[in-house]
């Protein structure tokens, strides 16, 4: 079943929000924090983690932009990650990539579509 994380409006445009929700039902993880990027009325979700060494990329919650605003931005050791796929270009994980989330607008809100019976948590 998916799950709802809130409405877009939620989400000022060019920001992006954390979020916490239960694992998928068959990936054996009881909960994954996510961000989820707006460009618009577009919106892209990846399991907030690093790939340089696994931490959350937010220094504060919801801080995960680059001061310009164009990337994503690891506060760590200051990886960006382009928003559209999550490649970093920049940073000690340059070339490599957020594991992406599929999310999909439903009726004006923010739904996570790959998991089976989890839910939401703020
Ligand atoms: S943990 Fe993100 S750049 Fe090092």
């Given amino acids: 079943m998916p799950v709802r994380l809130c409405r877009l409006a939620d989400i000022p445009d060019g920001q992006a929000r954390g979020f916490t929700t239960d694992g998928p039902a068959d990936s054996g993880t009881a909960q994954r924090r996510l961000l989820v990027a707006r460009r618009g009325g577009r919106v892209f979700a990846y399991v907030n983690s690093c790939p340089h060494v696994g931490l959350p990329l937010d220094w504060q919650p919801d ?60």
């Fill in 63 to 122: 801080r995960f932009m680059s001061p310009d605003g164009t990337f994503l931005h690891c506060a760590t050791h200051g990886a960006r990650f382009r928003v559209e796929d999550g490649f970093c270009v920049h940073g000690p994980c340059a070339g490599r990539s957020l594991t992406p989330v599929p999310v999909a607008l439903v009726d004006g809100a923010v739904v996570v579509t790959d998991t089976d019976g989890a839910t939401a948590k703020g």
